[in-house]
């Protein structure tokens, strides 16, 4: 599986940016798929998380009610809508894929990963 994301750019604080995630792949819709972000001199942290079929999603505390994590299988899309934003959510985002029935949340557990896009959030 290779993952490309797009859309990051600069925003100013209280707006709202939509993250996609394009796959190619014939088993995209059997992974389960993450967001994760890395700030400057900080480790990657998990973001958001959803099954293969989109029917279980996990969020990090610090985003929960303020993003949502949707996948699309017929068109090999995740997406990440981020809405309230904040300076501290400036990062690059990651999405990466792991091959397995459980949604895993941890950085280790997912083994395909894309080259990240900037996320910048002006206060």
């Known amino acids: 599986v290779q993952l490309v994301e797009s859309g990051g750019g600069l925003v100013q604080a209280g707006g709202s940016v939509r993250l996609s995630c394009a796959a190619s792949?014939?088993?995209?819709?059997?992974?389960?798929l993450g967001w994760f972000r890395q700030a400057p001199g900080l480790e990657r942290e998990f973001v958001a998380a959803v099954s293969w079929s989109g029917g279980r999603a996990y969020y990090a505390d610090s985003v929960k009610g303020r993003f949502t994590i949707s996948r699309d299988n017929a068109k090999n899309t995740m997406y990440l809508q981020m809405d309230s934003l904040k300076p501290e959510d400036t990062a690059v985002y990651y999405c990466a894929a792991a091959n397995q029935e459980n949604v895993p949340r941890t950085a280790r557990m997912f083994g395909y990963w894309g080259q990240g896009t900037q996320v910048t959030v002006s206060s």
């Open positions: 792949g014939r088993t995209f819709s059997s992974y389960a």
